[in-house]
């Protein structure tokens, strides 16, 4: 069986590699590289949900990982903004 402790860390390394490339593929797509954002989101929508599938499972619980998702939504909310203000 694994550390908690360790078990904690991947649940980190999960979100956090999962909201860097999707703030990766956020930017991609505003600036209408829409393909290479799919691509990104491929990605950070697998790493997210391993991650919530292992905090329901409650392999990790940390306050840091929900912080790293309201970081990603609201930069999310800022690129659809600025996207739409392109139109």
Same mark, same amino acid.
């Given at each position: 069986?694994?550390q908690p402790?360790?078990?904690a860390?991947?649940g980190q390394l999960?979100v956090?590699l999962?909201?860097?490339t999707?703030?990766?593929g956020?930017?991609? &797509?505003?600036?209408?590289y829409h393909d290479?954002?799919?691509?990104?989101w491929?990605?950070? &929508? #697998?790493f997210?949900?391993l +991650?919530?599938?292992g =905090?329901?499972?409650k392999? +990790? &619980?940390s306050? #840091?990982?929900?912080? =790293?998702?309201?970081?990603?939504?609201? =930069?999310?909310? #800022?690129?659809n903004?600025?996207?739409i203000?392109l139109r």
């Amino acid at each position: 069986m694994l550390q908690p402790q360790f078990l904690a860390r991947i649940g980190q390394l999960m979100v956090i590699l999962g909201v860097t490339t999707g703030m990766i593929g956020g930017i991609y &797509n505003a600036l209408l590289y829409h393909d290479i954002a799919i691509d990104l989101w491929l990605y950070s &929508n #697998l790493f997210l949900l391993l +991650w919530a599938i292992g =905090f329901r499972k409650k392999l +990790w &619980n940390s306050s #840091l990982s929900v912080d =790293f998702l309201i970081i990603l939504y609201a =930069f999310y909310e #800022l690129c659809n903004i600025y996207a739409i203000s392109l139109r």
